[in-house]
């Protein structure tokens, strides 16, 4: 077992194991999302997949919080949302799709999103969400 402490890295290039990837630092500090998440918005959400999001949940009918692991600096992030069917499941199929989504707030520890139905213009609980953050 080796055992290394360091307080400063200094690269070029990181690359995994098998040679398959590789990123730059700026890479990595500019254009990678810093939090991610799908969840299922009806009932009380369940997350399906994430990266830096610690919990979601549902404050009104198609409206959720995003709460992040790790805080931001500040709220000069962006935020892309997405909103739609669980297409295992949505039986008609994807003309018939209408679903939106919107940021209603900011802030640095998260991310209220907002969900509804172009047909009424209600708010209206997803099977799916994603969203996504970078900083």
């Not at 200094?10 to 969840?39: C, M, Y």
């Not at 962006?78 to 018939?96: E, I, K, Q, R, W």
């Amino acid at each position: 077992k080796i055992t290394l402490i360091m307080s400063t890295l200094k690269v070029d290039t990181i690359l995994n194991t098998s040679d398959a990837h590789s990123s730059t630092p700026e890479q990595i500090a500019q254009g990678r999302a810093k939090a991610w998440v799908e969840f299922s918005g009806q009932g009380s959400a369940s997350i399906i997949g994430s990266y830096n999001v610690s919990s979601v949940s549902r404050t009104a009918n198609g409206n959720y919080t995003v709460n992040f692991t790790s805080n931001f600096a500040n709220t000069d992030y962006a935020v892309f949302a997405s909103a739609g069917a669980n297409l295992a499941t949505y039986v008609d199929g994807l003309n018939s799709q209408d679903n939106v989504s919107i940021v209603l707030n900011k802030a640095v520890s998260n991310v209220k999103i907002g969900g509804g139905d172009l047909d009424d213009g209600a708010q209206d609980d997803q099977d799916r969400m994603s969203v996504v953050v970078f900083a």
